[in-house]
């Protein structure tokens, strides 16, 4: 079952659905790193801090067993990276600061000599210095992995996700359906006539409007919803439990908003192929496909104009 609609024919929403430049494709998978350190990572914070808590205590009592002549200082840089990678900076340097003193005071309760009490200060304060720049530097490898693996699912020119990224989500996503039987939409965007504003306005005005087009699907979707651009012109759009009737009204207020956000460097329509899946299909290249599908069929014919399909159709 497909309904055609001219996109200039929408009438206003009851409501829209702001977002301001916020994260979307909640979907999309995180970078791993090494399967226990991931599987340390997903845990609660209050059970990672109590693991590494006794971690630390569990080093100390075995530094104090083994007397302060054999150390196992080296055994705490494990807590106090992890605290650093998993837990920010902060909780790095504090368990850093935590097991400065436990090394310190192993070592003295297990009758390490001091000849002065600004020894055993400075010892405190070389060995958590130290410790406090590995729990630094674990935070911040963190934060750039996390960036470069963001800028590597991200456009370049618009900060909307790529192709890969939205292939991911999307892949996702039909698992999630097939645990848990939901409905889901896919939307494909493509403008119309991009190629003149290019030839006859610049790149540089282009490239404004391709912006532009992203800044309207922000502001008309919901923060669970997935904007990619798959290359060129074309733009799709991932929207989680939403059904046939979602999708309509979801439309409704698309076209307005890219429309309004649009105008201001040229006048663009656009080309929209959505579908409601009341099933998932055999992979994700099938669901592209069939949105795809209907979005040439509105370029085919009179351009500037949304095609609703549903999968799978309906008996008669």
Known sequence: ????????????????????????????KSFAVWPLLDRFDKQAAWQRWLVLVLLIGLI?????????????????VVPIFLAGWSLGMGAGLLLALAAS?????????????????????????????TFAA????????RGQMERVHRLSLSDSLT?????????????VELARVERSPAPFSLVYVD???????????????????????VRGCHGALRLQDTVARLGGDEFAILLPGT?????EGLLIRLVERLKGTTRPHAPVTFSIG???????PTCVNSALHLVDELMYQVKRGSKDSVLIGRYPEPAD
């Open 134 to 141: 590995l729990a630094a530097l674990a935070a911040s490898l």
């Open 274 to 280: 959505a579908m409601t899946f009341a099933k998932p």
């Open 243 to 247: 059904d046939e009737k979602a999708l």
């Open 60 to 76: 100390g009592l075995v530094d104090y067993l083994s007397g302060y002549e054999a150390s196992v200082a080296s055994l705490y």
């Open 1 to 28: 079952m497909m309904r055609s609609r001219r996109s200039g024919d929408a009438i206003p929403a009851a409501a829209e659905a702001l977002r301001q430049g916020g994260e979307e494709g909640a979907a999309v």
């Open 159 to 171: 900060s909307a996700w790529n192709r890969r990224a939205f292939y991911q989500a999307l892949a």
């Open 191 to 213: 403008l119309d006539n991009f190629k003149a504003i290019n030839d006859h306005l610049g790149h540089s005005t282009g490239d404004d409007v391709l912006r532009a087009v």
């Open 101 to 129: 003193i436990t090394l310190i005071l192993t070592n003295w309760l297990a009758g390490q000599p001091y000849s002065a009490s600004w020894v055993l200060v400075w010892n405190i304060v070389v060995r958590g210095g």
